[in-house]
């Protein structure tokens, strides 16, 4: 057995309670999945300067966001932690050639809770939290990705948790606007879309200078690098699958992958 890997866009923390497409879909496809014995997940709001797993047993929380409804910060995921796994996912880090440290006292951010509380609601299954660089670049989170792919084979799903485009300048600009996307975000979605299908990794790294408006879509990498974590996660010639696609304020994409 083989679990697969996802990628999934998070969104604005309003997921967690305004409907929409996205919020939705992460519902249905949350009892769509088998309870996998833990979660690691790489959220776009955990960056460090070299990886890092949280080894909390019982994680808190992290409103990390202002301008929302306090509705927000009422909001408990008390979903426990996994040490044990933790130190496995430290250990597939070094065994790989990185110096990975393990960190306490990190609560679950939004990235991570906002997804999960939709997907998982009872908050039974355990998460580990696996931190990105994101000035290391797309092939360092290629890498990083491929040093936990065994997890796949352990009951245990791999998360990345980020934006499939982020924009939040034209997103704020874009407040109650529901039409389509502009020709800037179809074009990003269409060449991002093709080149996961295909499983093609070395356009994926290079997307900041292959893709057609890849810094109209990401101003900064952090959102778009869990989708490198997840595919590099999957494993050598992992292809995807597009299970989501929307978008928020006609700006925002909120494509959803999954890698067996």
């Known amino acids: 057995m083989r679990t697969p890997t996802l990628f999934i866009s998070h969104g ?19 009892r769509q999945l088998a309870r996998p014995r833990a979660i690691v997940i790489a959220s776009a709001h955990f960056g460090t300067s070299r990886p890092a797993v949280v080894g909390d047993a019982k994680p808190g929380m992290i409103y990390d966001f202002g301008g929302f409804p306090d509705a927000l ?14 130190m496995k996912v430290a250990g597939l880090l070094e065994a ?26 009872d908050a039974d299954v355990p998460v580990v939290q696996l931190a990105l660089q994101p000035r290391l670049g797309p092939a360092h989170h290629v890498a990083l990705g491929r040093a936990i792919a065994s997890l796949k084979t352990e009951d245990i799903l791999v998360i990345g ?24 975000v179809q074009q990003f979605d269409g060449w991002v879309r093709e080149r996961v299908q295909a499983g093609d990794v070395d356009a994926l790294v290079a997307y900041r200078d292959r893709a057609p408006f890849a810094r109209d879509n990401h101003p900064s990498e952090e959102h778009f690098l869990p989708l490198h974590v997840a595919i590099g996660a999957a494993g050598e010639g992992a292809r995807g699958e597009l299970i989501h ?4 304020n006609g700006v925002l994409s909120m494509d959803a992958y999954v890698f067996s």
């Not at 923390?13 to 939705?24: F, G, Q, T």
């Open 12 to 30: 604005s923390p309003m997921l967690a309670i305004e409907p929409s497409p996205a919020r939705e879909f992460l519902i249905d496809y949350g």
């Open 73 to 86: 910060r009422e909001i408990v995921y008390p979903a426990p932690g996994d040490p044990v796994v933790a």
């Open 96 to 121: 790989a050639g990185f110096a990975p440290a393990v960190v306490a006292q990190r609560g679950f951010d939004h990235g991570a809770w906002v997804p999960l509380s939709l997907m998982f609601p």
């Open 245 to 248: 696609s929307s978008h928020a």
């Open 161 to 184: 948790s980020g934006s499939a485009s982020h924009n939040l300048q034209a997103f704020w600009l874009s407040r109650g606007d529901d039409g389509a996307p502009p020709e800037w």
